[in-house]
């Protein structure tokens, strides 16, 4: 039965599976039956019988204060060299963002393009505005340009052995973006958070 599990299983979720990635033709991820969302009540379940509602409770609590802290030191590093800034606005457990290279921020400074636009501290939507209003538009050539670098900054990253952060397309960005997923038992604390955006600039600095 050829491509049977592929015709049942596979999604082709982009932002999971993504042909330019390092090993890509050897990730069988999207055949298999766990990769979905058909097992995802199970997990739910066998996650709240085990912690219980208060400790679950505190666990999600945790989780939204880490992605508080990664939100601040992305805008931080924004608003101090123009290296990171928001995609969009965050969700729960998840952060999508840009790292621009040098070469790339004197391109957008000498266009006027500010990439601490998407920097601002408030997070509100005012009535009359959309979601996106407050983050940076990226022109059409340039995001090209972003979106082969971060395809390569995550081959570089992944091939070092530092970290596996995949990137992914927004449905208001027409650049790819890093996507950081705060899930597991794991803590990530400052430091964790700054090493994860000193790497990505030690590795990307000459993109």
Not at 25 to 42: I, M, N
Not at 77 to 95: E, H, I, T
Not at 137 to 162: C, F, T, W, Y
């Amino acid at each position: 039965h050829r491509r049977a599990l592929r015709d049942s299983n596979a999604a082709g979720a982009k932002y999971l599976f993504d042909s330019r990635k390092n090993g890509a033709e050897y990730d069988l991820g999207d055949l298999s039956y766990t990769c979905g969302r058909r097992t995802d009540a199970v997990k739910l379940w066998a996650l709240w019988k085990y912690y219980g509602r208060k400790g679950l409770g505190r666990r999600v609590d945790q989780k939204v204060d880490q992605l508080e802290a990664f939100v601040e030191e992305v805008r931080r590093r924004g608003r101090a060299d123009g290296s990171f800034a928001l995609a969009c606005k965050p969700w729960l457990f998840n952060v999508n963002f840009f790292y621009f290279p040098p070469r790339i921020r004197r391109i957008l400074e000498a266009r006027g393009i500010a990439t601490t636009r998407a920097t601002h501290d408030n997070d509100a939507v005012n009535e009359g505005e959309s979601e996106n209003d407050d983050f940076i538009e990226i022109p059409d050539d340039i995001a090209q340009d972003m979106s082969n670098v971060s395809v390569l900054l995550k081959l570089r990253l992944h091939e070092a052995g530092e970290m596996i952060i995949p990137y992914q397309p927004l449905n208001n960005q027409k650049a790819d973006c890093f996507r950081l997923v705060l899930a597991g038992k794991k803590d990530i604390g400052i430091n964790d958070i700054r090493h994860i955006l000193d790497t990505m600039d030690k590795y990307g600095n000459d993109l």
